[in-house]
């Protein structure tokens, strides 16, 4: 008896060191626990800290990576929150997991952590076997080749460059490059760069370089003042929900949307800078969790292929997981796969997974100086073990129906309040009614001990790590009933 | 005696676990030593895999990671080369250094090994800590922004985004964004996405994505297909060497150059596409090693100030010490600090320094996931550490005064081979005859265990490690005579 009560308190307790088994959740505490408001006065030292080096206006709070565990970020000023953010959706385990430790702990790692090669000139046989033993087997089906990479936006950037390359080659037929398009390429000039262009769709979000940046469409502020291409952005699907109540006109607003995909894809033929490709999200993150449907989906498949254009799915935000299956764009049921796959994150990494079209014939179009990194495919290939072994797609599934069906009973509590309640997996999001609203909501939420992220306008996205419970997703239904309630 | 012997064939024989000190030194071979040719079997067969995922016609060799040491790569056939390239310039201080062994050995990083935060909302303490105490005391004087980044072209992409907020924000003349400003970004569209440029230079490298590239014309085969934006590209100056023998003539060179930088500066603010800042490199390192001279930078300082833009030096290759000074650009005397400074590679992670006035007012405009890393902030403070204990930037300028001494004598042995020897600290160079004897020239070379790097048309290239000392260059120049002898 004694034993098993030591145990239980061992379990409550935050034993950061333990790594004897790969259960991160034995390690968290029972549940949130707030000292101060965020962010606390440590926190704000901190940030006033770093306000002298740099803009800190974005910062929330000041992390305790050493105290944070499994679900739980921890702040610098111990308020203990349980986190459905998990670092802009990038943490696949949550804190300090034992599996991941383990990777920067064993020995025989030591040399991959410390030499960083660069890849395209120099691969190790330890990257070589991580790209066929980690990589491939997670590949979408029929996408057999795979460029690592490093972020979200360089995947998303070099799978651009993917796109135009393979349009134009195929547009050359076999011909070697002009002696013409050799010389203008230099000065940026047609026909060496050519004027093509690459869809993307209003509301969508694909980074911040300039490239991704001009397929990004979620807020003024990260587009003001950069340049831009002349590249067409469609309407993407704003549905009514719930969905089955709205079936038929949900249905009419896909078709609204495809019929400008059509549109464009004739308008920027027509004025000479034809679509090589289209970029979409299978949920639009960033931009306020919009969803389409697997019918939308499907037909902007067969347009994009009818137009000679290729398709590229992000997968930045919703890869390996989180939606209750390991790629999103697995819902809709696609007739083939997708030419090209981004993926970061979660991952650790970056890059893509692509159609063998899409690989340039020649050395150094798609390159930089470090072409992916080993320590991060060491890292992704312990959470993919980990994943499978714990079953956590699954889980997350299961996990995912508890907390939508919770929120749609708070939807119905709240119905002024919380709206439009949505999800896959645990990648689940609502509406408020104003931007004020939710950010107020999101301020007190953080602190009752729930840390939620915004996106859109007037959303709220749930983006928990994949080793969330149902335990966890009753103690955020819980607050957010409690902090519904206040308003 | 017995001793003695023992402590020196340890020195000789390769110790990988050996930490007992900072010098890695002590534990390289005594010299280069080849079992086959490059790329040899072993090699093959790990290129003929990776071939079936991605296009693998880069790839020079398989490293072995575990018995590279020091100043020398040795590949997966056992061949011991002395490495002058060092991952495309990448790695301070060698293989297997025992001081960034020791960052992942000390188990009280393994929480910031282990966790990749989201920096930008959620820093920590030991990041704010890094950025104070490993980052402000290398800044370029005046520079006391910083921005961390992740790699070279997300460094430049973000710090081409400043530039222009910083240009819009002066015209905006503290005004809010307008309502046409707003809609007009979200459509990639003037005046919210405005039409300015960025000027580069002919034979410059900054970068493959999108904006990098834009800036970026040292091979067609970088740019070839992918659309680019229409900003200009002036003449760099190429020199005639020696350079005490065509003073009169370089000066003119640098007035040509100049010249053009004023007429494009005119000419593209004519037609309402006006430049807001120049992106340059202290020295043209991926287009052919070409220098500019003080004079040369002091007067494009002031010709880009004169014109109302900014002036950003890209130090991703020349940063941290190789040419003898910890920045390129301090060979310059500037009259000011540069506006920007970007810096990658042997950081081993990426970024900018900046003037205050570059720090856009909002939060999120200049923002990604990561925002850089805490883990690679250890490994860059390691390295700093290590290169002021052991005075290696003294020791470089040193060293690059023996190699480029003796880089000339072989132009003088081989005058129809070796030409145009040129360099600062370590950071040297040489043209040979055409691209099909330089690169044959390097095939044997490296066949006699010296790995060197090519670049632009006919260049041959050093980028050593801060840890190459005057024997290493003995054993260069060496081989390089032995080589040059048989051509």
Redesign the interface.
């Known amino acids: 008896m004694r034993t098993s009560r030591l145990l239980q308190l061992r379990g409550v307790l935050h034993t ?1 060191s333990s790594c004897r088994g790969n259960s991160v959740l034995s390690q968290e505490p029972s549940g949130p626990k707030m000292q101060t408001q965020i962010p606390g006065p440590k926190s704000k030292q ?1 940030m006033h ?2 306000e ?15 105290k ?1 565990i499994g679900n739980y ?1 921890v702040d ?1 000023d111990g308020n203990i929150m349980l986190d459905v953010y998990e ?2 959706a ?2 696949a385990l949550g ?3 034992p599996a ?2 383990k ?3 064993n020995p025989a790692n ?9 890849l ?7 990257f ?1 076997k991580q ?2 033993e980690t ?2 087997p997670i590949a979408p089906k029929g996408l ?4 690592p990479m ?5 995947s998303n ?2 799978a ?2 993917a796109m ?2 393979w ?3 195929k547009h050359r037929d076999g011909k070697a ?1 002009s002696e013409e ?3 203008s ?5 047609s026909p ?6 690459i869809m993307s769709f ?1 509301g969508g979000f694909h ?6 940046l ?1 397929c990004t ?1 979620s ?13 067409p ?1 469609a309407p993407f699907p704003r549905y009514k929900y719930p969905l089955e109540e709205n079936q038929r006109e949900n249905a009419k607003e896909d078709e609204r949307c495809l019929a400008r995909v059509e549109e464009l894809f004739h308008a920027y033929k027509s004025k000479n800078n034809p679509v090589v490709g289209v970029v979409v999200e299978p949920i639009q993150s960033e931009g306020g969790d919009f969803h389409g449907s697997p019918a939308f989906f499907q037909r902007l498949q067969k347009i994009t292929k009818q137009n000679d254009a290729a398709l590229l799915i992000d997968e930045v935000q919703t890869g390996l997981g989180a939606t209750g299956k390991f790629w999103a764009h697995e819902h809709f049921n696609l007739p083939e796969s997708p030419d090209i796959v981004t993926f ?2 979660k991952f ?1 990494t970056g890059g893509y997974f692509a159609k063998a079209e899409y ?12 072409m992916g990194e ?2 991060k495919m060491l890292v992704l290939d312990a959470v993919l073990k980990t994943v499978k072994q714990e079953n956590l797609i699954e889980s997350t599934r299961k996990t995912g129906d508890v907390l939508l069906a919770g929120l749609k009973d708070l939807s119905k509590r709240y119905p002024q309040l919380i709206l439009n309640t949505r999800g896959r997996g645990t990648f689940c999001a609502f509406d408020m009614t104003n931007a004020s609203v939710r950010d107020k909501y999101l301020v007190q939420m953080r602190n009752a001990g729930i840390q939620m992220g915004a996106c859109g306008d007037i959303a709220v996205r749930f983006r928990p790590a994949l080793v969330f419970t149902e335990k966890h997703a009753n103690i955020v239904l819980d607050k957010m009933n409690e902090v519904a309630k206040s308003f």
Request: with cysteine; proline share 7%; hydrophobic share 35%.
């Open positions: 950061r901190f800290d770093l002298k080096t740099q803009n800190a206006l974005s910062t929330i709070f000041v992390l305790d990576v050493e944070s970020a610098i670092q802009i990038s943490l804190y300090n997991h991941i430790q990777v920067f702990q030591l040399s991959q952590l410390v030499n960083r090669p660069a395209g000139v120099h691969p190790t046989p330890q070589i790209i066929n990589l491939l057999e080749h795979v460029q490093m972020c979200g936006s360089c950037e070099n651009f460059k135009c390359i349009h134009a080659n490059f398009e050799l010389k390429s230099m000065h940026n000039k060496g760069c050519p004027t093509v262009s209003e980074g911040r370089t300039f490239g991704a001009a469409h807020k003024p502020i990260h587009k003001l003042d950069i340049p831009s291409f002349d590249w952005a970061s994150k650790q690989q340039p014939k020649q050395p150094y179009r798609i390159f930089n100086t470090w080993p320590a």
